[in-house]
């Protein structure tokens, strides 16, 4: 009815709007018509003239007596029973539901899917099965909310808790953390992505990254782990600066932390820092910014990434993944150039919904929403206004302009991996965003 709560994705959805709506609408007519009453009444009985004035005396009347109290119970009966009504459906997951466990950490969200494959960050889910989420917590509280599907739960450490939900559309939707848990709390959020079955099943079937791994000696699978877990984004193998430390001869360097005190880079150091990060941050290096790789990396792929780091001596060259994967590459020739710049936008190997959301939230980075002709602050104090020239400069060059309140934290990582028809179309789908 009132659609407050958005767009709906399960199908329960509709009755927990209707009884959101049932008490909003209760509660606005009961608000309107006591503080309406009330305001009239203190106007036209207000004290005049100075004086008081003697007031009716006034008996009861059973048959207003009766119609007051049964009334409104009628409506609180009504309204407790759907709220009992959906509740019994939230808690009640089908039998045949597909389980799927979920670890919150600080902070992020990593998923187990019952044949061993793991993600981080992202659900992917089959449209129109029951998906159950069994759920626990690595540190303290977290809450697993997904706003389209209409359920939450708590996420406790030591205990299991769950939800399920059964997606009536495909789709990339919003997951959030709503306890409390620390100081990255805001950016502790998932994707949940609602894929048409036959999909689903590719999906979930494709081992073929681990199966890769496995066969590999440890330094070519640390090789791989760089690129596949993102260490790329903000670690370069050649010296370039970026939100970490380069690994170009990383393997025994040594130098002072944030504290003050010295480190040595030996394997001990990497792997604490791997799991640990905020351990020995190196000086010159934000606090938060590596997140946890607790649970999302084996004993044997830190071993790889250690041993790969031992090799790098600058000759070493890594395949990022394309800007658009070949096969939508080819797909992509009957699209605009806004919605080329959408898909380029949405690939997980751009990055760019990780950081910038369309909708106006506040992520690590400035929203796309309303971007472009916007004026912005920079860091500097200086204002520029958002056109053509300046995404592009903040594409290639992300370090020359920062706007105010936000961190240098963008890779300067797509020069050379979009071309200029890919910044033009990038651009393009921006001036969409209004
Ligand atoms: Cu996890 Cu807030």
Request: glycine letters at 8%; proline letters at 5%; one cysteine or more.
């Amino acid at each position: 009815m009132l659609g407050l709560l958005g767009e709906q994705g399960s199908d329960f959805a509709h009755k927990v709007d209707f009884a959101h709506d049932v008490v909003t609408i209760i509660s606005v007519i009961c608000t309107v018509a006591i503080v309406g009453v009330m305001l009239y009444f203190a106007i036209i009985y207000r004290q005049r003239d100075g004086k008081d004035h003697d007031t009716p005396r006034i008996e009861g009347d059973n048959t207003l007596e009766v119609i007051w109290t049964v009334f409104p119970t009628l409506v609180c009966i009504w309204v407790a029973w759907l709220g009992y009504d959906s509740f019994v459906d939230l808690r009640t997951p089908p039998a045949n539901s597909m389980e799927i466990n979920v670890t919150g950490r600080k902070w992020a969200w990593d998923f187990t899917y019952k044949n061993g494959k793991r993600t981080t960050g992202e659900l992917v889910v089959p449209v129109d099965e029951p998906v159950k989420l069994v759920m626990t917590a690595k540190d303290v509280l977290h809450s697993f909310f997904v706003p389209v599907m209409r359920t939450k739960a708590d996420v406790i450490p030591g205990r299991y808790t769950f939800e399920w939900f059964r997606p009536i559309k495909t789709g990339d939707f919003q997951v959030f953390c709503t306890e409390y848990c620390g100081n990255e709390h805001s950016r502790m959020m998932a994707r949940l992505k609602v894929l048409p079955k036959a999909e689903f099943e590719r999906w979930l079937a494709d081992d073929s990254e681990a199966k890769k791994l496995a066969s590999l000696k440890p330094s070519d699978r640390g090789k791989e782990l760089y690129v596949s877990k993102q260490c790329v984004t903000c670690h370069s193998l050649d010296g370039t600066p970026r939100v970490g430390p380069t690994w170009l001869k990383i393997f025994g360097r040594e130098g002072k932390l944030a504290d003050g005190t010295t480190y040595k880079v030996d394997e001990n150091y990497i792997r604490e820092s791997i799991l640990q990060p905020q351990a020995k941050v190196v000086q010159g290096y934000p606090a938060m910014g590596m997140p946890s790789y607790q649970g999302q990396l084996s004993d044997d792929d830190i071993t790889g990434l250690i041993e790969f780091m031992k090799t790098v001596d600058g000759t070493q060259k890594v395949e990022v993944a394309p800007a658009l994967p070949k096969k939508s590459a080819a797909s992509t020739a009957g699209m605009t150039p806004a919605e080329r710049g959408k898909a380029l936008v949405n690939d997980s190997g751009n990055l760019c919904a990780t950081c910038h959301s369309i909708d106006g939230s506040a992520m690590v980075g400035p929203s796309f929403k309303g971007l472009y002709g916007r004026k912005e602050k920079l860091s500097d104090g200086s204002e520029v206004t958002v056109d053509d020239a300046y995404i592009k400069e903040s594409i290639y060059k992300p370090a020359a302009k920062i706007v105010q309140g936000y961190g240098p934290v963008m890779p300067a990582m797509y020069e050379g991996k979009l071309s200029d028809s890919d910044v033009a179309d990038i651009i393009e789908y921006i001036k969409t965003l209004k």
